[in-house]
């Protein structure tokens, strides 16, 4: 998979990017996004000396409300308790600014496909509204490598719903597809979407054309997850607020192996 129209889109996206998922957060799902980070984490427990993975990790949010609302966690000798990866360098310029000098997090530039990190150093992972953006059978091989046995994994994202799967859905999203590769080749304009509260320039569109073929639904999540060794704690589905607005999925695992 292509990481450059990813972190071409994240480039241009950055200085904007958390109000951005806001507004989108609350026209698909109706919920803001550190409310969504929040209710997130809330699936999970952090004990004290555990090492924590946040996989595109973009302007540190995560990370953030790890430290605010984690018991206090110790001092790796390479690395902080957190660790944040992604793959856009200004996306980690901008968490660097949010997240200061702090000594307990440490931000590596890398792809969450192919992470530069030694095999069973995590006690958790999450990824919160990424994994689209990935080839997801081999970012659950680099998970299942990096996480130790018995590791936590946590994972909120976009999903295909049962309508997404439906002859309408496909047909509503092969036009759709065809509108924005259309739109990608006109002179720069607006792309149409402006008076639902989702503005898309030309990066954007071309990385999340791409994303359409990443987007699963909870039965699919569920055999890969099988395949790579994790065992299911939780899936839940995020509920669209309309029937052709893509709905979410956020699943708690354990690697069993």
């Given at each position: 998979?292509?990481?450059?129209?990813?972190?071409?889109?994240?480039?241009?996206?950055?200085?904007?990017?958390?109000?951005?998922?806001?507004?989108?957060?609350?026209?698909?799902?109706?919920?803001?996004?550190?409310?969504?980070v929040e209710r997130l984490l809330s699936r999970l427990v952090i004990g004290e000396g555990e090492r924590v993975l946040d996989i595109a990790t973009g302007t540190g949010v995560v990370p953030a409300a790890i430290l605010a609302q984690a018991p206090p966690?110790?001092?790796?000798?390479?690395?902080?308790?957190?660790?944040?990866?992604?793959?856009?360098?200004?996306?980690?310029?901008?968490a660097r600014r949010r997240l200061g000098l702090a000594e307990k997090v440490q931000l590596v530039c890398g792809s969450g496909m192919a992470m530069p990190l030694a095999g069973g150093t995590f006690d958790v992972a999450i990824c919160c509204l990424g994994t689209h953006h990935m080839d997801v059978s081999a970012l659950l091989a680099e998970l299942s490598r990096v996480l130790r046995r018995?590791?936590?994994?946590?994972?909120?994202?976009?999903?295909?719903t049962a309508f997404w799967r439906s002859l309408p859905g496909r047909v509503m999203f092969a036009l759709l597809l065809g509108f924005y590769s259309l739109w990608l080749r006109l002179p720069r304009r607006g792309n149409g979407?402006?008076?639902?509260?989702?503005?898309?320039?030309?990066e954007r569109a071309?990385?999340?054309?791409?994303?359409?073929?990443?987007?699963r639904t909870p039965e699919e999540w569920r055999?890969?997850?099988?395949?790579?060794?994790?065992?299911?704690?939780?899936?839940s589905e995020i509920p669209a607020l309309r029937r052709i607005y893509p709905g979410g999925v956020l699943i708690v695992?354990?690697?069993e192996r």
């Open positions: 998979m292509n990481p450059a129209p990813v972190v071409e889109a994240f480039t241009a996206l950055a200085p904007y990017y958390e109000e951005t998922v806001d507004r989108e957060l609350r026209l698909f799902w109706g919920v803001g996004y550190l409310e969504f966690l110790r001092i790796h000798p390479d690395h902080g308790p957190v660790l944040g990866l992604d793959i856009t360098p200004a996306m980690l310029a901008a018995g590791g936590r994994l946590l994972i909120a994202d976009v999903c295909a979407l402006e008076a639902y509260g989702v503005s898309m320039d030309r071309r990385a999340e054309i791409e994303a359409f073929r990443n987007y055999e890969l997850l099988r395949q790579y060794g994790f065992a299911i704690v939780e899936m695992g354990t690697l």
